[in-house]
């Protein structure tokens, strides 16, 4: 999901006016190279899909600690609405970069004995936000190399409302939010038949929001057109939470599919 600008240098020309010209001062005329091309903004959007499972500790409305593991399959079941995506903005070396995943899944589940509700209705909903400036250390023809560095905002709500029996008019919340720093990297190296390795690497939280987060991709690219390119590879994203009550210890990982676009 990387720019790679190639500036190609203007072929350079050669004129001499030989009438009334002589010929030894015709020989000294050296043509003069043309200016390069100037530095100009340009922007990729890269819509993906994450086919991404859970697997941790998790804790919420002052209960002890859980163990979870879903599936993406088990997550699919549940899903109600989501989105991923990111982008960049870039001028010469500098860039921005942004990331944002959106998911809210639901469920229920039975009560003990059906005495205060006949079952409790689950609404989960995550948001985790990245941005980050970027900074070019190395670009050749075949790959490029950045470092970047900036924030990681997330969003948690759990939403629980019991349907039926006494406690049918009550509901609770259960929210947590925080942002980690974030240092990291990431590359892209040219193959041949215009296919191409991306990926990046990402370390943050240090205590400030989480205690640690980290966020790794590697994929396989491959360039449709000048502008338009298709990518599938594997994403992993840690984050390790907690405050008070609230404990979100997990690992999301799996497949990762998408495009990216550039303008």
Not at 104 to 130: E, I, M, Q, R, Y
Not at 195 to 224: C, E, H, P, Q, R
């Amino acid at each position: 999901m990387n720019i790679i600008r190639a500036l190609t240098p203007a072929s350079m020309g050669l004129a001499a006016a030989l009438i009334g010209v002589p010929a030894g001062a015709a020989d000294m005329v050296i043509p003069s190279p043309s200016p390069a091309s100037a530095p100009v903004w340009t922007f990729t959007v890269a819509p993906y899909g994450w086919l991404a499972g859970l697997n941790g500790t998790v804790g919420q409305f002052g209960m002890p600690p859980v163990d979870v593991g879903v599936s993406f399959g088990d997550i699919l079941k549940k899903f109600d609405i989501g989105f991923m995506g990111a982008g960049e903005a870039r001028y010469d070396r500098f860039g921005i970069a942004m990331d944002l995943l959106y998911l809210k899944v639901s469920t229920s589940a039975n009560t003990p004995l059906g005495v205060l509700a006949d079952h409790v209705d689950v609404t989960s909903k995550t948001l985790t936000a990245f941005a980050a400036a970027e900074y070019r250390l190395a670009e050749t023809d075949n790959m490029s190399f950045d470092v970047l560095g900036g924030a990681r905002v997330w969003s948690l709500k759990t939403e629980l409302d019991p349907v039926g029996g006494p406690a049918d008019p009550l509901s609770f919340t259960d929210t947590a939010s925080w942002v980690d720093p974030i240092v990291g990297a990431k590359a892209r190296v040219g193959l041949s038949n215009n296919f191409y390795l991306t990926g990046w690497g990402m370390i943050g939280g240090f205590g400030v929001g989480s205690k640690l987060t980290w966020d790794v991709m590697g994929a396989v690219g491959y360039n449709v057109s000048d502008s338009v390119s298709l990518i599938g590879g594997w994403r992993a994203l840690s984050v390790d939470y907690e405050h008070g009550a609230s404990v979100f210890d997990v690992v999301m990982s799996g497949p990762i599919l998408g495009a990216t676009i550039k303008f």
